[in-house]
């Protein structure tokens, strides 16, 4: 079977994208089952391989068609030349304007249909806002960028997927933002996800609560009677299995035990705290609603361990592994990566 390929943004170059790139590409299993390609900077991945002294080859081209992947090359198509004004640990606007430039090339590509996925490495939102673009996530840019208004982002783990109602706002923004309408969308992409991309042929999902204790009755709340139970029920009118709203405090626990296929949290927090809880290595971020498979590591850009040869590169494996599984369909079952321990 054909190996998919893969485009890889680098992430911000000041972070730790371009160590667990280079640690998750230097596995031979990974050049078996795809053809990864770094859309980023070829010096910074070559002063990187130095640093932690990995046996690769980073190998410039000029375009996806160009790549052929095998084990102890690394091909890279090359965006920017930073290496002489970025320093791991330490960014900058310049190194902003980079990262926000792979993303939308690397969209440009696959759009046109030259790639099969996309997966991207941690960026920082105030370091390219810095850089003089409006940036509120990966998320909402490639949603933007794909033209879709219907989108939502799914943490995908061993024992949870959490899926968020809202993502990137303002707390305080939360309780005014939350609509039957907006619940609704959410719910349905999250269960087009796992029927479609997970094979899971009658989902169960479950809602979450805002208030503690679910509101109590309306005593510490009423976003659970006003918005959340009439989003249920119009759930179900219309044939989801939507369940809740639970509080959260015990549902992700029974979420864990597998009572439910996915859970779908109001906000950020809300649903990544307890994912990453279990999840912090090997947990992957999964956009659904864009017309590609894209997934990403659910960490950040670390800047405070970048360039020290710490990173784990797990989570950028698992991204890896996710992404070419689905850009595969039904082989997914088929396909085996490495998993490496924390």
């Known amino acids: 079977m054909k190996r998919p390929l893969i485009l890889i943004t680098m992430g911000d170059p000041a972070g730790v994208g371009p160590e667990v790139i280079l640690k998750a590409l230097v596995l031979s299993e990974v050049h078996r089952v795809a053809v990864p390609v770094v859309v980023g900077d070829g010096e910074i991945l070559e002063r990187t391989a130095k640093t932690l002294d990995l046996p690769v080859r980073i190998r410039r081209i000029g375009s996806p068609e160009e790549a052929g992947s095998s084990a102890g090359t690394i091909e890279v198509l090359s965006l920017s030349d930073l290496s002489g004004g970025i320093s791991p640990g330490k960014p900058s606007a310049e190194g902003g304007k980079a990262a926000y430039d792979y993303i939308v090339s690397s969209t440009e590509l696959i759009l046109k249909g030259r790639a099969d996925a996309l997966v991207t490495a941690p960026v920082n939102k105030e370091i390219i806002s810095l850089s003089g673009h409006p940036f509120s996530g990966h998320t909402e840019l490639l949603a933007e960028l794909s033209g879709v208004r219907e989108f939502a982002m799914m943490l995908v783990g061993p024992k949870l997927k959490v899926c968020l109602v809202t993502t990137h706002i303002p707390l305080s923004e939360v309780p005014a933002t939350l609509t039957v309408e907006e619940i609704l969308s959410k719910a349905f992409l999250t269960e087009r996800a796992l029927k479609d991309l997970f094979g899971i042929g009658d989902p169960r999902i479950a809602l979450c609560s805002l208030n503690p204790h679910g509101g109590e009755g309306g005593r510490m709340g009423k976003e659970e009677s006003e918005i959340l139970d009439?989003?249920?029920?119009?759930?179900?009118?219309?044939?989801?299995?939507?369940?809740?709203?639970?509080?959260?405090?015990?549902?992700?626990?029974?979420?864990?035990?597998?009572?439910?296929?996915?859970?779908?949290?109001?906000?950020?927090?809300?649903?990544?705290?307890?994912?990453?809880?279990?999840?912090?290595?090997?947990?992957?971020?999964?956009?659904?609603?864009?017309?590609?498979?894209?997934?990403?590591?659910?960490?950040?850009?670390?800047?405070?361990?970048?360039?020290?040869?710490?990173?784990?590169?797990?989570?950028?494996?698992?991204?890896?592994?996710?992404?070419?599984?689905?850009?595969?369909?039904?082989?997914?079952?088929?396909?085996?990566?490495?998993?490496?321990s924390p």
Do not use: C
């Open 230 to 340: 009439p989003a249920i029920r119009e759930a179900k009118r219309r044939g989801l299995s939507l369940e809740g709203p639970f509080p959260p405090d015990s549902l992700f626990f029974w979420a864990a035990q597998g009572k439910w296929d996915a859970v779908l949290a109001l906000y950020h927090d809300q649903g990544l705290i307890p994912f990453k809880l279990l999840h912090f290595h090997e947990g992957v971020n999964l956009t659904l609603g864009l017309p590609f498979i894209r997934t990403s590591p659910d960490h950040g850009t670390a800047y405070d361990i970048a360039g020290k040869g710490l990173a784990n590169p797990r989570s950028m494996i698992e991204a890896i592994r996710l992404a070419v599984r689905l850009a595969m369909g039904k082989a997914a079952g088929t396909v085996t990566l490495p998993s490496l």
